[in-house]
C-alpha cells in the first residue's frame, strides 16, 4: 500500500514562506501587484464567498475567495482566451480547477493554446468545497446554532471556520466530510499538486503559509518583491508549519479512499474519475512506482 506521507499529500515543493500583507489578504496583494505592473494581463477566480466566477483586468477589481467555496471557474476560461486574447493569464482556484483547465480541449478551445495563455497557477489547500446550505447545516452539526461562515483557515494542522456572529469553531474532518461537495469525496489532491504555488489560510488574515512548487512560482514572487519591496514581507517557514498540516491532510485523504473503495466494490460510477485514473489510482495504492507529481488528479 502507498504510504500516505509528506510526498503523496504535499507533493514536491521547492520553498515555503509565511507572508505578511500588513493589514491585506497576501494572495490579494500577490495578484493586486501583478496586475498593477503588468505581469499577467488577467486574473480568473472566484468572489469573496466563491459563489460567483470573476474574470478580473484591472487591480483595483481584485476579489479572491476567502471561504472553501469555488464554482465556475473555468465557465469564463472561453471568454478569457478567444474573445479577450489574454496570454498571461493568472488563475486562483482549488485543484480541481487546474484539473479542468488541463481537459480544455473538450471545450473546443484546443489544450495547448489554453495551457500557452495561463501565466499562473495558485490553488488554495481545499477541504473540501461547500455550499452556502451545506455550510449552515455543518455549523449546526458541530456548534447547534445557526451560524454562516465568512471564512476558513487552518491552525496548528486544524480545519477552523470563523463565523459571521465572529465565533470561531474548530471542524473535524470526519463532519467535514459529510457535507463537501460530492465530488470532493473523491479528491485525492488537497494540497493542488501540480500548480506553481499553493496557499493555506492562516488565523490571521493577513498571513499565508505559501507553497512554492515550481521555478514560475518563485521567480513570480521575486518580481512581485522587486516591483514592491515594502508590501508583502517574507518569512521562510519552519519544517513543522508545513508539516502540521500532514495529519489533517492523512484523515481527510482516508476518508476519500474509503468512499472510493466502496463505489468501486459496489459498481457505482465514481465523480471525478474515469477508467484510466481508477487504474493508475490503484497501481499507487498498490505501490507500484508511478509518478504522480506533475499530474492534477
Not at 50 to 75: H, Q
Not at 164 to 173: L, R
Not at 221 to 231: E, I
Not at 270 to 291: A, H
Request: aromatic fraction near 10%; hydrophobic fraction near 40%.
Amino acid at each position: 500500500m502507498v504510504a500516505l506521507n509528506s510526498r503523496f499529500l504535499l507533493g514536491k515543493y521547492r520553498e515555503a514562506f509565511v507572508v505578511d500583507g500588513k493589514g491585506e489578504n497576501p494572495i490579494k496583494a500577490i495578484f493586486t501587484l501583478m496586475l498593477k505592473f503588468g505581469l499577467i494581463d488577467g486574473l480568473l477566480t472566484v468572489s469573496k464567498d466563491g459563489n460567483s466566477p470573476r474574470l478580473i483586468f484591472k487591480a483595483e477589481d481584485v476579489e479572491i475567495p476567502v471561504r472553501n467555496s469555488c464554482f465556475g471557474v473555468n465557465a469564463l476560461l472561453k471568454k478569457a482566451v478567444q474573445k479577450y486574447r489574454l496570454s498571461r493569464l493568472a488563475v486562483f482556484g482549488p485543484a480541481c480547477t487546474f484539473d479542468g483547465l488541463n481537459k480544455t480541449q473538450y471545450f473546443g478551445i484546443g489544450c495547448n493554446w489554453t495551457k500557452t495563455a495561463v501565466a499562473l497557477k495558485i490553488s488554495f489547500l481545499c477541504p473540501g468545497v461547500l455550499t452556502d446550505t451545506a455550510f449552515l447545516s455543518e455549523v449546526v452539526d458541530i456548534t447547534g446554532k445557526r451560524a454562516g461562515v465568512s471564512r476558513f483557515y487552518f491552525q496548528k494542522g486544524k480545519l477552523h471556520y470563523q463565523l459571521k456572529t465572529g465565533e470561531e469553531i474548530t471542524v473535524p474532518p470526519s463532519f467535514h466530510h459529510r457535507y463537501v461537495n460530492s465530488a470532493c469525496r473523491y479528491c485525492l489532491n488537497l494540497s493542488g499538486k501540480g500548480t506553481d504555488l499553493t496557499a493555506v489560510y492562516l488565523k490571521e488574515r493577513d498571513k499565508v503559509l505559501l507553497i512554492v512548487r515550481s521555478e514560475r512560482g518563485l521567480s513570480t514572487l521575486a518580481q512581485v518583491q522587486r516591483s514592491s519591496p515594502s508590501t508583502l514581507y517574507f518569512r521562510k517557514a519552519d519544517r513543522k508549519e508545513v508539516e502540521s498540516l500532514i495529519s489533517f491532510l492523512k484523515e481527510k485523504v482516508i476518508l476519500n479512499i474509503t468512499d472510493i473503495i466502496e463505489r468501486v466494490e459496489l459498481g457505482f460510477p465514481v465523480p471525478k474519475w474515469n477508467d484510466n485514473k481508477l487504474r493508475k489510482f490503484y497501481r499507487l495504492w498498490n505501490s507500484i512506482d508511478v509518478n504522480s507529481e506533475e499530474e492534477v488528479f
